[in-house]
């Protein structure tokens, strides 16, 4: 079905540099995800004439702290209030900053936890 | 008189049918920044896939949304089927693409219904919704449900539709062709409503681009990006290009869509005359393991799928970017310079859907 993807990783102190040359190549954002596992898991995802690639960066769960890629791409805030209201981590500079406001969880931080521990059908 | 005041707009408000926040900083009446908030009914739903077998959670991500719930099932069952190497019957990524068909007119039909309700043309909404009716009574025939079709499984499909009835369906769209084309005629030549929807909200195509923008919001102005054009389901076979509008307003975000319905009506024929015999499931043993993005074309626009696992029955994570929240920047970008009466019907033409952003 889907065309041929990249997954690259990278390094944090060279994601924005990175995520510039992308956007100077022509490449929209579509979107930034996240997963936790033993650390957090973000990936960047860019397409250009439906093809698509991402980066990975890994995070530390302590102190997870990352830069900001809405200077390059402003849609970019969204995702990233939407990160730190799931997971807890912090982003600086973020171009339109929600500080922890753009969900309205009942939970601080859902995401935040390895939930893969917790298997099978309790909580239903 | 120059000074500001912030407006409060929503969550609940007469036109929204889902909760949608904004904060509208307006200079008299016209509105100078704006700045939306959700998050009121976030469900937490992807954290599921840590606590459903993987083949289960596909009744899930069918009630992510209410209007293009078997687009999302297909899109997750891809999304194994991509990882665990699945390759389904050719019969049944017919069917899928037949039911993906049926829900883009049944949403555009509801969206052309909101938007008219919106700026105070009742007859006109209920006469829309009169047609999309139809549309929902041949989805009830063939899937038994109206809203959550429960028709996509991991491997192919549930259940077929026979051949006599799939020309039916065609002879029936045929039919309703006429219907559609007299109520959207209304939409593209009444002067009422050309008042509302020309010039206002406009995106450019740069900005489009630029901000991530997705399906008919994008394509209104000038963009021809629709990721049915991968070839997924039965695509790789139906001839079709992608409906584009250049002037980026509201007005052509309605053209854009009511195209579409034609241009589906159209992709289902094609589909009813290519359909192959044979089975329309395979057998699923085993686990996924691996990591992959899928995407595809909702009514709304391009929605991503992300699913990592590692070979247990539970996933690792589900990620699910919508084309709701993709098009939240551009609708942040459209606002500043319209007048507040004009707030609904922008905020309708992005055809947000707020149970697919929270899901």
Same mark, same amino acid.
């Given at each position: $079905?889907?065309?041929?993807?990249?997954?690259?990783?990278?390094?944090?102190?060279?994601?924005?540099?990175?995520? #510039?040359?992308?956007?100077?190549?022509?490449?929209?954002?579509?979107?930034?995800?996240?997963?936790?596992?033993?650390?957090?898991?973000?990936?960047?995802?860019?397409?250009?004439?439906?093809?698509? $690639?991402?980066?990975?960066? =890994?995070? !530390?769960?302590?102190?997870?702290?990352?830069?900001?890629?809405?200077? =390059?791409?402003?849609? #970019?805030?969204?995702?990233?209030?939407?990160?730190?209201?799931? %997971?807890?981590?912090?982003?600086?500079?973020?171009?339109?900053?929600?500080?922890?406001?753009?969900?309205?969880?009942?939970?601080?931080?859902?995401?935040?936890?390895?939930?893969? &521990?917790? +298997?099978?059908?309790?909580?239903? | 008189?120059?000074?500001?005041?912030?407006?409060?707009?929503?969550?609940?408000? !007469?036109?929204? !049918?889902? !909760?949608?926040?904004?904060?509208?900083? $307006?200079?008299?009446? /016209?509105? /100078?920044?704006?700045?939306?908030?959700?998050?009121?009914?976030?469900? &937490?739903?992807?954290? *599921?896939?840590?606590?459903?077998?993987?083949?289960?959670?596909?009744?899930?991500?069918?009630?992510?949304?209410?209007?293009?719930?078997?687009?999302?099932?297909?899109?997750?069952?891809?999304?194994?089927?991509?990882?665990?190497?699945?390759?389904?019957?050719?019969?049944?990524?017919? *069917?899928?693409?037949?039911?993906?068909?049926?829900?883009?007119?049944?949403?555009?039909?509801?969206?052309?219904?909101?938007?008219?309700?919106?700026?105070?043309?009742?007859?006109? %909404?209920?006469?829309?919704?009169?047609?999309?009716?139809?549309?929902?009574?041949?989805?009830?025939?063939?899937?038994?449900?109206?809203?959550?079709?429960?028709?996509?499984?991991? &491997?192919?499909?549930?259940?077929?539709?026979?051949?006599?009835?799939?020309?039916?369906?065609?002879?029936?769209?045929?039919?309703?062709?006429?219907?559609?084309?007299?109520?959207?005629?209304?939409?593209?030549?009444?002067?009422?409503?050309?008042? @509302? *929807?020309?010039?206002?909200?406009?995106?450019?195509?740069?900005?489009?681009?630029?901000?991530?923008?997705?399906?008919?919001?994008?394509?209104?102005?000038?963009?021809?990006?629709?990721?049915?054009?991968?070839?997924?389901?039965?695509?790789?076979?139906?001839?079709?290009?992608?409906?584009?509008?250049?002037?980026?307003?509201?007005? #052509?975000?309605? +053209?854009? @869509?009511?195209?579409?319905?034609?241009?589906?009506?159209?992709?289902?024929?094609?589909?009813?005359?290519?359909?192959?015999?044979?089975?329309?499931?395979?057998?699923?043993?085993?686990?996924?393991?691996?990591?992959?993005?899928?995407?595809?074309?909702?009514? @709304?626009?391009?929605?991503?799928?992300?699913?990592?696992?590692?070979?247990?029955?539970?996933?690792?994570?589900?990620?699910?970017?919508?084309?709701?929240?993709?098009?939240?920047?551009?609708?942040?970008?459209?606002?500043?310079?319209?007048?507040?009466?004009? /707030?609904?019907?922008?905020?309708?033409?992005?055809?947000?859907?707020?149970?697919?952003?929270?899901?």
């Amino acid at each position: $079905m889907s065309r041929e993807q990249k997954m690259i990783n990278i390094e944090k102190d060279i994601l924005v540099s990175r995520i #510039a040359e992308l956007r100077d190549s022509g490449y929209r954002l579509a979107q930034i995800g996240c997963t936790t596992l033993e650390d957090f898991e973000l990936t960047y995802s860019f397409d250009r004439d439906y093809r698509f $690639m991402s980066l990975k960066l =890994i995070v !530390p769960r302590e102190g997870a702290e990352i830069p900001t890629i809405s200077g =390059i791409y402003w849609n #970019a805030f969204i995702y990233e209030n939407e990160i730190h209201d799931l %997971f807890g981590i912090k982003i600086k500079n973020i171009a339109v900053d929600y500080k922890g406001n753009f969900y309205h969880t009942a939970v601080k931080f859902p995401f935040g936890r390895d939930n893969t &521990g917790r +298997k099978g059908e309790e909580g239903q | 008189m120059s000074g500001r005041t912030t407006i409060p707009f929503g969550p609940q408000h !007469p036109v929204f !049918p889902e !909760p949608l926040h904004l904060d509208l900083v $307006m200079e008299d009446e /016209v509105i /100078v920044e704006a700045l939306p908030s959700i998050g009121f009914v976030h469900r &937490g739903l992807e954290g *599921l896939v840590n606590r459903k077998d993987f083949l289960d959670f596909v009744y899930i991500a069918e009630r992510i949304c209410g209007i293009c719930s078997f687009i999302h099932g297909m899109t997750y069952c891809m999304a194994i089927e991509e990882i665990m190497k699945i390759e389904i019957p050719p019969r049944a990524n017919y *069917l899928r693409t037949v039911w993906s068909e049926l829900s883009r007119i049944h949403s555009h039909l509801m969206w052309l219904g909101f938007t008219s309700d919106a700026f105070g043309f009742e007859n006109l %909404f209920m006469n829309t919704w009169r047609i999309r009716e139809k549309i929902l009574d041949i989805i009830e025939a063939t899937t038994g449900g109206r809203v959550i079709f429960g028709s996509c499984k991991v &491997g192919g499909v549930r259940r077929d539709i026979d051949n006599a009835t799939l020309v039916d369906i065609v002879r029936k769209l045929e039919d309703y062709t006429q219907d559609i084309e007299e109520i959207t005629n209304i939409f593209l030549k009444d002067s009422s409503v050309k008042h @509302r *929807l020309i010039g206002t909200g406009v995106l450019t195509k740069e900005e489009a681009y630029a901000l991530g923008a997705a399906g008919p919001t994008l394509r209104a102005s000038g963009v021809a990006q629709d990721m049915r054009k991968l070839g997924y389901a039965a695509f790789k076979d139906i001839v079709f290009e992608p409906v584009i509008e250049q002037d980026g307003d509201s007005y #052509a975000r309605c +053209k854009v @869509r009511i195209r579409e319905i034609f241009c589906s009506i159209d992709m289902i024929g094609q589909a009813v005359r290519k359909i192959p015999k044979g089975p329309v499931e395979v057998k699923v043993t085993g686990a996924p393991s691996g990591e992959i993005f899928v995407r595809t074309e909702q009514p @709304r626009g391009e929605v991503i799928y992300y699913a990592k696992a590692n070979g247990e029955r539970f996933l690792q994570r589900l990620r699910v970017r919508t084309p709701t929240f993709a098009n939240i920047p551009a609708l942040v970008k459209i606002l500043p310079g319209c007048e507040l009466a004009d /707030v609904p019907v922008l905020v309708l033409t992005i055809d947000p859907c707020i149970s697919c952003a929270e899901r």
